[in-house]
């Protein structure tokens, strides 16, 4: 397993990979993190780039995902929305085939794992208003604007 922590022009960014998957991309503040890029977490972070700098809109990145089946069928209905759209958590609980769950949905977009490349940013709330992100609602409003820059 290797971590990698890159900076970019939308802060720093911990990357890990295990047997050259994805496993996990979070937001982190401590460039004094411990350290060990791998050409696996350097695709990533190609990616990453090409991606904040409007040149790519979907990843090609394998990655894994953990959880329950429930997990699973939430986080693939996630990959399936569009760059430059939003959806609300209650949308995604339908396109996930559990339309009561939507709290629960909440939770799963707050610890997904994959930011970025599952968009969770792209999840708001019915009102139209941002909601939560692990990464910081300042980040979700700058990803939301830069999809919509370059959609």
């Known amino acids: 397993m290797n971590s990698a922590v890159y900076r970019t022009a939308y802060g720093l960014f911990s990357v890990t ?22 050409p696996a977490t350097d695709r990533v972070f190609e990616q990453l780039q090409e991606y904040f700098a409007g040149r790519r809109k979907v990843f090609e990145l394998k990655y894994r995902i953990e959880g329950t089946p429930f997990r699973r069928k939430v986080l693939q209905a996630l990959s399936e929305v569009p760059y430059g759209e939003t959806r609300s958590y209650r949308d995604l609980a339908v396109a996930a085939g559990y339309p009561k769950a939507q709290r629960a949905v909440g939770n799963i977009m707050h610890t997904n794992k994959l930011m970025l490349v599952l968009p969770c940013h792209r999840i708001i709330k019915s009102d139209g208003k941002l909601g939560g ?19």
Do not use: F
Not at 137 to 142: I, Q, R, S, V
């Open 17 to 38: 990979c295990d047997g050259g998957l994805l496993t996990e991309i979070r937001r982190v503040y401590n460039e004094d993190l411990p350290s060990e890029p791998s």
């Open 133 to 151: 992100y692990a990464g910081d609602e300042d980040l979700k409003l700058a990803l939301l604007e830069l999809e919509q820059q370059y959609k």
